[in-house]
């Protein structure tokens, strides 16, 4: 079989990076938002770490700068409709809570809310700010987290039961068993 050259290699990634997030930020307004999120992956248990990478012209961007805060929320395949529009409409110009129905619900420890309609949730605190190449790669310090009773096993978040969206190159899959 030969190989093909890519220029874009990073079309290539099948790993963490491919799962969809939905990332609530709100600035010194008070007014919250949504960006929706592939760019993102857990870094360390202990402490508790994640990153996401932001586009500096996202509007989200400058809000996660203004307070220093996020949450990390998945959504399930089901919401697929709703993360396409947060990630492809910008709250500069919409209310994403309003023109999806989503409902936002207080958090317990960060200023932006959790997405009611999402499985689970990780309030961030950021701890640490990079410039990568045409990305912010923003480290949040996970200061509470939060699910959905039914798609958990104890502990352990059931994907099965979960269904979190994978998307590559904006194609979106969910999971099944083998
Ligand atoms: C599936 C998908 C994944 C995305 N991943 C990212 C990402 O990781 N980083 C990023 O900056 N933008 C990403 N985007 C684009 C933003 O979500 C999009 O530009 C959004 O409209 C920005 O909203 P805002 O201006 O309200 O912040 C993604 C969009 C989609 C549909």
């Known amino acids: 079989m030969a190989k093909i050259e890519l220029r ?8 963490p990076a491919s799962v969809v997030v939905m990332a609530t930020c709100q600035g010194e307004d008070g007014k919250p938002n949504i960006i929706t999120l592939g760019m993102y992956m857990p870094l360390s248990f202990r402490p508790p770490l994640v990153c996401i990478g932001v586009a500096p012209q996202r509007y989200s961007h400058r809000l996660i700068d203004e307070t220093g805060e996020f949450v990390i929320n998945t959504p399930p395949i089901s919401l697929e409709e709703q993360m396409h529009y947060c990630g ?13 129905g989503l409902t936002p619900i207080p958090s317990l420890k960060v200023g932006p809310p959790r997405i009611k309609e999402c499985f689970s949730h990780l309030e961030c605190k950021v701890v640490q700010k990079h410039t ?20 958990m096993n104890g502990d352990v978040l059931d994907i099965l039961k979960a269904q979190p969206i994978v998307q590559k190159n904006h194609i979106y899959y969910s999971v099944c068993a083998k």
């Not at 874009?8 to 790993?15: A, D, V």
């Not at 492809?88 to 809570?97: I, L």
């Not at 509470?144 to 798609?151: K, L």
Request: with cysteine; hydrophobic share 30%.
């Open 8 to 15: 874009e290699g990073l079309r290539l990634q099948p790993g």
């Open 132 to 151: 990568c190449g045409d990305h912010t790669l923003y480290v949040g310090d996970v200061v509470a987290t939060s699910a959905d009773e039914d798609v």
């Open 88 to 100: 492809t409409e910008s709250g500069r110009r919409v209310d994403k809570f309003a023109e999806t």
